[in-house]
């Protein structure tokens, strides 16, 4: 096995084959930045995440997003904060429970009828 695919691997296992936004069990995934190397993000474990395409897709490079005052908050990152303070699931529905949370929730755009469905099978 190469380096790169032991690190993804790891990344995987290490978030038990879900996605650690939105929670949603994954085989294949782009191994998520959670600072983009746009940004000068590292390769290191700890800037390292498990997200589905869609999350992925949705986060791109971004780190923050606009709370409903229009202040700007830091998104969730899954290796500093514990994702059962900032969200909660009811009924495949994730809501934010925090500004972080609920910015996470708008930004990522998890309660699309389409992603409630895969997260409830
Ligand atoms: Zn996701």
Known sequence: ????????????????????????????????????????????????ACACLRCNLAKGALISGLDEDGNEVRLFNPRTQQWGEHFRMAHGRIEGLTGTGRVTVKVLNVNTPERLEERQQ
């Open 1 to 48: 096995m190469t380096g790169r695919k032991r690190l993804r691997l790891f990344v995987l296992e290490r978030a038990n084959r879900c996605c650690e936004y939105c929670r949603t069990p994954i085989e294949y995934f782009p191994l998520e930045h959670i600072v983009s190397r746009k940004l000068g993000g590292s390769d290191d474990l700890d800037n390292l």
